[in-house]
T-cell receptor, first 115, second 114 residues
Framework: NAGVMQNPRHLVRRRGQEARLRCSPM?????VYWYRQLPEEGLKFMVY????????ESGMPKERFSAEFPKEGPSILRIQQVVRGDSAAYFC?????????????FGSGTRLTVV | AQSVTQLDSQVPVFEEAPVELRCNYS??????LFWYVQYPNQGLQLLLK??????LVKGINGFEAEFNKSQTSFHLRKPSVHISDTAEYFC????????????FGGGTRVLVKP
């Protein structure tokens, strides 16, 4: 029973390129959350998705960032025209329901470095 | 909105000594509470959670936490730490109502010294 799978584990992009981060939730989980962890900081919520729907994107920067969770396939966090300040660890989490008491299962993260 | 404050950003502790990590939260609604651990270059792993009932909850790896509603606290403790407990620990809350998201504190880095 695989956990939350994120790939790639490490991603290096030059300024101005696009970064695509993938997340496959745990089997049976239909709720996906993306968090960003900047160096020496805690985790900041970015977006909450269910299949084909964005439920809460209050933590997403207004420009260059987008997320999707299609009917088939993994959830994708896309960052266009990356800048050095986008360098961070991006974590995906999933839960089986929208009830908070289930908690989240986290992936191992994608560490994005913008050079 | 909810907020979580972890009062200590770093806690050095000697091996086999006890450790306490402090967590206070603010919320206008009832919340569930969690502690997660993050080992270097890894994701977050759930240590324990408080949903209801007994205010003392036990988790994995010998950790326990106590919920104090009047002080809005959820401090994490371990009576005797090991070198392998060196990690970052995050306190988090989520409202009871469905459709919300976890809000994390800033984390406490525990460094266990031999």
């Amino acid at each position: 029973n695989a956990g939350v799978m994120q790939n790639p584990r490490h991603l290096v992009r030059r300024r101005g390129q696009e970064a695509r981060l993938r997340c496959s939730p745990m089997k049976g989980h239909s709720h996906v959350y993306w968090y960003r962890q900047l160096p020496e900081e805690g985790l900041k919520f970015m977006v909450y998705l269910q299949k084909e729907n964005i439920i809460d994107e209050s933590g997403m920067p207004k420009e260059r960032f987008s997320a999707e969770f299609p009917k088939e396939g993994p959830s994708i966090l896309r960052i266009q025209q990356v800048v050095r300040g986008d360098s961070a660890a991006y974590f995906c989490a999933s839960s089986p329901s929208e009830a908070g008491g289930d908690g989240y299962t986290f992936g191992s993260g994608t560490r994005l470095t913008v050079v | 909105a909810q907020s979580v404050t972890q009062l200590d950003s770093q806690v050095p502790v000697f091996e086999e000594a006890p450790v306490e990590l402090r967590c206070n939260y603010s919320s206008s609604v009832s919340v569930y509470l969690f502690w997660y651990v993050q080992y270097p270059n890894q994701g977050l792993q759930l240590l324990l959670k408080y949903l209801s009932g007994s205010t003392l909850v036990k988790g994995i790896n010998g950790f326990e936490a106590e919920f104090n509603k009047s002080q809005t606290s959820f401090h994490l403790r371990k009576p005797s730490v090991h070198i392998s407990d060196t990690a970052e620990y995050f306190c988090a809350v989520i409202p009871w109502a469905a459709g919300n998201k976890l809000t994390f504190g800033g984390g406490t880095r525990v460094l266990v010294k031999p």
